[in-house]
């Protein structure tokens, strides 16, 4: 069964730092995947998605993430971490159901503090 | 466009009660899902629908009830209130277009509490 393990439910880093936050993915059929942003009391908002194109994938606010098959990872990162980054960020896979539909499967996700 | 809408915000239930969390969106999507956010637990489906009148379960659907009479409408029912509902709901949907590609649109939220 498809299914996404983020490592890491906090993570924290200096305004201006590297964020590298993970995902490893499980699937048997090639994966869908998808990074999600939750700012505080909001909704979720699409960061970016891996659909079988190209493997680096960029997403808004600088944001990009590079699909490993070989090391089953979907890792996030910005090279320059800002204030307003701080959130919570959840991998998902896309994964069919019977009758042709589907469905996301969300890691716990990683709650991202930015300190100046 | 208002998107997905998720009528209350909030909402502090006794336990025992019942309570319908109201979810529309203005983009014709076909496909509708209801999730449940825990801390730490990221999130879990509970319900979907990938069309009018037809609905299945997801995840955790024990306790809770959905319907779908038209495209913009997706309820979702809780009729015997439990503190284990206490949780934040979120509301999505998306037009599917030939494959696993797409966008899940979210709501802001109902952010329900079972005392």
């Known amino acids: 069964a498809q299914s996404v393990t983020q490592l890491g439910s906090h993570v924290s880093v200096s305004e201006g730092a590297l964020v590298l936050l993970r995902c490893n993915y499980s699937s048997s059929v090639p994966p869908y995947l998808f990074w999600y942003v939750q700012y505080p009391n909001q909704g979720l908002q699409l960061l970016l998605k891996?659909?079988?194109?190209?493997?680096l994938v960029k997403g808004i606010n600088g944001f990009e993430a590079e699909f490993k098959k070989s090391e089953t990872s979907f890792h996030l990162t910005k090279p320059s971490a800002h204030m307003s980054d701080a959130a919570e960020y959840f991998c998902?896979?896309?994964?069919?159901?019977?009758?042709?539909?589907?469905?996301?499967?969300f890691g716990k996700g990683t709650k991202l503090t930015v300190n100046p | 466009n208002a998107g997905v809408t998720q009528t209350p915000k909030f909402r502090i239930l006794k336990i025992g009660q019942s309570m319908t969390l109201q979810c529309t969106q203005d983009?014709?999507?076909?496909?509708m899902y209801w999730y449940r956010q825990d801390p730490g637990m990221g999130l879990k489906l509970i319900y979907y629908s990938v069309g009018a009148g037809i609905t299945d379960k997801g995840e955790v659907p024990n306790g809770y009830n959905v319907s779908r009479s038209t495209t913009e409408d997706f309820p979702l029912r809780l009729e015997l209130a439990a503190p284990s509902q206490t949780s934040v709901y979120f509301c999505?949907?998306?037009?599917?277009?030939?494959?696993?590609?797409?966008?899940?649109?979210f709501g802001a939220g109902t952010r329900l509490s079972v005392l």
């Open positions: 891996y659909t079988s194109a190209a493997t």
């Open positions: 983009m014709n999507h076909n496909y």
């Open positions: 998902a896979v896309s994964v069919p159901t019977q009758g042709g539909s589907e469905k996301l499967v």
């Open positions: 999505a949907s998306i037009l599917l277009q030939g494959g696993p590609k797409n966008i899940q649109y």
